[in-house]
């Protein structure tokens, strides 16, 4: 079994940053990609950014050149640098992880989640 942990949301003004993290416990070598999706409310969840076992990197076209995905393999960790950040981009953030070393932007390809991490951005 694995187990998806979050951190680092928080609150900012527009034009801020935060970056969050997302711990991996557990089964952890069978994880291959990972990503981040999130959720507004009364919206569906959405695909952010997400980075294959290998490291290739994908983007939504809403934060391509403001968010940056990273991984470190060796502390089970992943990675999501939010800079720039908007009013639209306030939401609960998520990391989830699937079998396959492919990135999917379709959240229904992953089979591990984390609790979530609300990040909240002011105008």
């Known amino acids: 079994q694995v187990q998806l942990v979050e951190s680092g949301g928080g609150l900012v003004q527009a034009g801020g940053s935060l970056r969050l993290s997302c711990a991996t416990f557990?089964?952890?070598?069978?994880?291959?990609?990972m990503g981040w999706f999130r959720q507004a409310p009364g919206k569906e969840r959405e695909f952010v950014s997400g980075?294959?076992?290998?490291?290739?990197?994908y983007y939504a076209d809403s934060v391509k050149g403001r968010f940056t995905i990273s991984r470190d393999n060796t502390k089970n960790t992943t990675f999501l640098q939010m800079n720039n950040l908007k009013p639209e981009d306030t939401a609960m953030y998520y990391c989830?992880?699937?079998?396959?070393?492919?990135?999917?932007?379709?959240?229904?390809?992953?089979?591990?989640w984390g609790q979530g991490t609300q990040v909240t951005v002011s105008s």
């Open positions: 980075i294959s076992w290998t490291g290739s990197e």
């Open positions: 557990g089964r952890t070598f069978s994880i291959g990609a």
């Open positions: 989830a992880g699937r079998v396959a070393p492919k990135v999917s932007t379709n959240p229904g390809d992953f089979g591990t």
